[in-house]
């Protein structure tokens, strides 16, 4: 089936170029076609594309020369010619050889799939060095083996050269472009690798102050930046789009209990996330392997709600970080009914309901996280000198302070502690005075 009339919902924007979208559906997965389609929609108006049209057909397995079939092919051919579409994005991978087949089938337009529609938009929105130098990675270990089909015209010269030449104009010109596009991926490797060792001395010193590390994952568009906005007044980018921010950003937060956290947004995540991307960030997406706890914002809103909890759990599973401590927190929940949040609640009674919009349900969210905090602590009475008052400050400020009782020797704190702290604090460790009524008035 081929959409020949777009959506009333599309309206048709002449200043941006045309592109006709294309899905396979398998009849498996938790992600209808519609809904796939419809998100590839929003990729491309990211993109700065205007979709005009879809193609849609049922297959059950992809074919290895032109992903749909020739007949189909020669359809959506059709369809861009109709439209004026310069643009036809697959929903899928494709291989090189589909494409190479594609491009010739479907001439003067530019054949995508979505890891390249992808891939576009973490270029246009990567801020950092480091963002531009992994965007950069990812998109070039992804075209090195498709080089032979941008090379066509090349190739069309060195056949068209003189007869019996060995080497001609366009296998010289491939050659090249592979050797420079290899050259660079080197550099671009040990670039990443120096901006990571530099980012793991940070971590280090995060981890080694003892201060309890949340890191905010979730699908993008789920909220994550509004969240860190709300809960710390940070000024983080915010857009209701898709992917507005890449790089990470971490901010302090003060419990009411008087402990420091950090929080720490990372880039939003989608279905067939390429894994050239996951691999290319790795060193950003460390955030969150080295976090504590971790935040899975949801959009409690969008349909699809559960498909897309799925699609980042696959990715945290991917990077290592599946078994970590995780809360669910289920965002914007003042654009869905009351019915509807019992039936959330009902299947996901741990979970923190919230908007970061309005501020509803934050409280909730503070006193969970002042728990999670203090969760696996260890307890232990010190008595510090006053000649150490940076252990006292850095017990309130890293620890929750059960009690503080002045005597004559110095401050008796009784805390609760990463092991950390503990180990910063166990100098002083007052041992005989545990139990004591003084260790337990609070002050």
């Known amino acids: 089936m081929s959409g020949r009339n777009r959506p009333p919902e599309w309206e048709r924007d002449d200043s941006r170029p045309r592109a006709v979208l294309v899905g396979v559906d398998r009849g498996s997965g938790e992600w209808p076609l519609e809904d796939s389609l419809a998100e590839l929609h929003l990729l491309a108006d990211t993109a700065g594309l205007d979709p005009v049209a879809t193609a849609q057909q049922r297959l059950d397995k992809a074919n290895p020369r032109t992903f749909v079939g020739s007949g189909k092919a020669e359809e959506i051919a059709s369809l ?36 390249t529609l992808i891939l576009d938009i973490f270029a246009m929105h990567a801020v950092s060095r480091e963002g531009k130098l992994q ?31 060995r080497f001609g ?3 010289s010109q491939l050659e090249t472009d592979r050797r ?16 990571a060792s530099a980012r ?27 969240l860190l906005n709300t809960l710390t007044g940070a000024d983080v980018l915010s857009y209701d789009m898709l992917f507005a921010t890449l790089d990470s950003t971490t901010r302090r937060l003060a419990l009411a209990d008087g402990r420091e956290i ?19 960030f790795k060193s950003t997406l460390a955030e969150v392997t080295d976090a504590d706890l971790l935040l899975h914002v949801i959009d409690a809103s969008h349909p699809l709600a559960e498909a897309q909890m ?23 929940i003042d654009a869905i009914d009351a019915e509807e949040r019992t039936r959330l609640a009902a299947r996901h009674p741990s979970a923190v309901f919230l908007s970061a919009r309005t501020g509803e349900g934050m409280d909730a969210l503070l006193e969970r996280l002042s728990v999670e905090a203090a969760r696996g602590g260890t307890t232990l009475t010190v ?21 503080e009782h002045h005597t004559e020797e110095g401050t008796r704190l009784v805390v609760q502690a990463s092991d950390e702290v503990s180990n910063r604090l166990s100098e002083f460790e007052d041992a005989a005075s545990e139990g004591s009524p003084a260790d337990t008035t609070a002050q």
Do not use: C
Request: aromatic share 4%.
């Open 200 to 226: 793991e001395t940070q971590r280090k010193s995060r981890a080694e102050s003892g201060v309890f590390r949340v890191a905010l994952v979730g699908y993008t568009n789920a909220g994550k930046s509004t």
């Open 180 to 195: 420079l596009a290899r050259r660079r991926i080197a550099d671009l490797k040990r670039d990443l690798a120096n901006v």
């Open 80 to 115: 861009a010619t109709e439209e004026a579409a310069s643009i036809v994005i697959f929903d899928d991978d494709l291989s090189p050889r589909q494409q190479a087949n594609l491009e010739s089938m479907i001439p003067g337009v530019r054949i995508m799939d979505r890891t």
């Open 383 to 403: 008595l510090v000198p006053y000649t150490r008052g940076d252990l006292v400050q850095l017990a309130h400020e890293r620890a929750h302070v059960v009690s």
């Open 135 to 165: 965007v950069e990675l990812a998109q070039l270990e992804y075209l090195l083996p498709r080089l032979r089909g941008l090379w066509g015209h090349l190739e069309r010269e060195r056949l068209g050269g003189g007869r019996g030449a």
């Open 310 to 332: 799925s699609a980042v759990d696959l990715v945290l599973e991917e990077v290592g970080a599946a078994k970590l401590p995780s809360l669910l927190v289920f965002n914007k």
């Open 169 to 171: 104009a366009g296998e």
């Open 262 to 280: 950090t929080l720490t947004d990372t880039v939003g995540f989608i279905n067939k996330l390429p894994h050239g991307l996951v691999e290319a």
